[in-house]
């Protein structure tokens, strides 16, 4: 059974459902609104375990009535909780969300608390989860020292990286040298490429990204929405088109996409192979509301990459 180790955030998702978002100033109607477990970390710890994995979560929640929501939703999911922290002194994160119904696009506003504390003393708890994985995985939502600390661990016993900067920040390159596949969306691509080129905007997906990369094995998976999803190396340079689906809350597709990615790699697929699969529980993810309780199980994945083969 593939190993994961996710590091990372949880947030409790606060949605609200609403034909077209408010601008500045005003007030609109919202049709629904729903309280479930989120965050980028446990998203994608979650997601992970729906396909198969072994998963162990390293974070930080409250003492709190969320903080205990959070730890029921990873026990249920078999998620390991052995290096979670109960943060005495802060509140779990929320997550302010708001979907246009119209779109299914979102606005988020994180107000991560005990994510903030997550220190590299506590990844060090996690050292031995960390040794046995094939995979470790990280995102931004917990202090950047504390995902370099991460890599840098991980990279000690061998084990293979993948980071997804969300939400995006400058990263250094001593970071940048620990990471084996980095997952930006075209957003975060051009912030991590820097703010102080101001061409960078114009120029390709290809191009940006070999700037951004750190080592000649290094891997970029570029999530562009609508188009798919552009693989780049130092050699290459591929497209992977997504699928196609009716989406009705797309909060959380990274998560799911990421989520795919560290397992079919975990597992040993080929690069496309992975990215096929990350594209499938992104695709599933889209379709229901929600974020971890949108993400799809492994059976369901796998008849959803079947149906797509026999469509051509
Ligand atoms: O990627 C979606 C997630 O971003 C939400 O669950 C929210 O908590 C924010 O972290």
Redesign the pocket.
Known sequence: MAKIVVVG?F?M?LTSYMERMPRPGETVHGSRFVTGP???GS?QAVAAARLGAQVTFVGRVGQDTFGDMALAQWQREGINTRCVVRDPDRATGV?P?FVEESTAENA?V?VLGANNALSPDDVDAAQAEIASADVLLAQL?VPVATVHHALELAKRHGVLTILNPAPATSLSESLLRLVDYLTPNETELDLLVGDSDTAAADQSIEFKGRRLLAFDGQTLVVTLGAQGAQRVTRNDSTLIPRFDVEAVDT??A??AFNAGLAVGLAEGKPWDQAVRLAHATGALSVTKPG?AASMPTRAEVEAFLRSATRQG
């Open positions: 955030s947030n998702d989120g965050g980028k998203n997550a969300i988020i994180v939502e909060t959380g990274g998560d974020t």
